[in-house]
């Protein structure tokens, strides 16, 4: 079945630069990949998506790039803020309605 | 919109026991699922359903049932707690195509003693 990798698993930032978190996945056969935030004691919501026939999306200042020949995909924060300081989860989706997560990524953004 | 609620909010249990969790959601969404949050280990599919009384093993099936009763509701059952077992459980629900955005509840947080 699909496996998803995801680095690092904490990264610290200073308010205002760039955050980026890498996932790779394992079956070629996936074609979804949804970015989920969860803020803690919340649930995780989904905040950016991509779909195998795009290789970048961007969404205010959240940016997504998928290397379908390297099977990998990334999200970039630009200009970080103490709000983005939440758990992020990559995930990727076969042609099924199965969705398998990476192990996620605790952002902090300092001030 | 709708809204996907889960309970108990929190659970506590003996080693040994038999556990319930229910996930109720009103959004009319063919599939739903439950997903295991543990701290450094993400988040990880235990079962999953498509349609009323249809059921698909996740890859940590192992030591739990679950049951569509209804197409708004799907139980986990956890068939024998294990001792300071310690865990939040996610129900999640979709659309019934292929990939879309899941909508989850806010969680039973388990603890075993």
């Known amino acids: 079945g699909e496996q998803v990798e995801q680095l690092p698993s904490i990264l610290r930032v200073q308010e205002g630069s760039s955050a980026s978190i890498n996932c790779s996945y394992e079956d070629s056969a996936s074609n979804y990949f949804p970015w989920y935030k969860q803020e803690p004691g919340e649930n995780p919501k989904l905040i950016i998506d991509i779909r195998s026939n795009m290789e970048r999306k961007q969404i205010q200042e959240l940016i997504v790039l998928l290397d379908k020949k390297a099977k990998r995909f990334s999200l970039h924060i630009t200009d970080t803020q103490p709000g983005d300081s939440a758990m992020y989860f990559c995930?990727?989706?076969?042609?099924?309605?199965?969705?398998?997560f990476g192990t996620g990524t605790r952002l902090q953004v300092l001030p | 919109g709708g809204i996907i609620t889960q309970t108990p909010k929190f659970l506590i249990g003996q080693e040994g026991q038999k556990l319930t969790l229910k996930c109720q959601q009103n959004f009319n969404h063919d599939t739903m699922y439950w997903y295991r949050q543990d701290s450094g280990k993400g988040l990880r599919l235990i079962y999953y359903?498509?349609?009323?009384?249809?059921?698909q093993k996740g890859d940590l099936s192992e030591g739990y049932d679950a049951s569509r009763e209804k197409k708004s509701s799907f139980s986990l059952t956890v068939t024998s707690a294990q001792k300071n077992e310690m865990a939040v459980f996610l129900c999640?629900?979709?659309?019934?195509?292929?990939?879309?955005?899941?909508?989850f509840g806010h969680g039973t947080k388990l603890s075993v003693l």
């Open positions: 359903s498509i349609t009323e009384n249809d059921l």
């Open positions: 999640a629900s979709s659309i019934l195509d292929i990939n879309e955005r899941l909508f």
């Open positions: 995930a990727a989706s076969p042609n099924t309605n199965k969705v398998v």
